[in-house]
């Protein structure tokens, strides 16, 4: 396993662990998500898209590696859950701002 910023850490963790208020308190206030072809941005909106992903998906996410590239962390992962070809793999891309992730893109 790689080492992982403790936000991104503590998001992988609090997703797996279906812990919602976990997950969203790594994130920044003003954070944004790009999922699924939607943005959001918000802490309100993030709370939302946790809840409905969780409901909906059931993810379980295992990071495979991880690595800093132009000031961002990449993450591989695996992601098995209610959908159709799970598992998948997922392309997770993290900004962080003082210690919180500012911005996540999944692809």
């Given at each position: 396993?790689?080492?992982?910023?403790?936000a991104i850490d503590r998001y992988f963790f609090a997703t797996n662990a279906r812990n919602n208020t976990l997950a969203a308190e790594c994130f920044d206030p003003d954070a944004s998500i790009f999922d699924e072809g939607k943005q959001l941005t918000g802490l309100e909106s993030i709370r939302h898209w946790l809840q409905q992903t969780q409901q909906k998906y059931q993810p379980v996410v295992q990071v495979l590696a991880a690595?800093?590239?132009y000031g961002e962390v990449w993450v591989?992962?695996?992601?098995?859950g209610r959908f159709q070809g799970s598992p998948i793999q997922l392309n997770y891309v993290f900004a962080l701002q003082d210690g919180k992730i500012s911005r996540l893109m999944i692809r």
């Open positions: 396993m790689t080492v992982l910023e403790t690595e800093r590239a591989k992962a695996n992601v098995s």
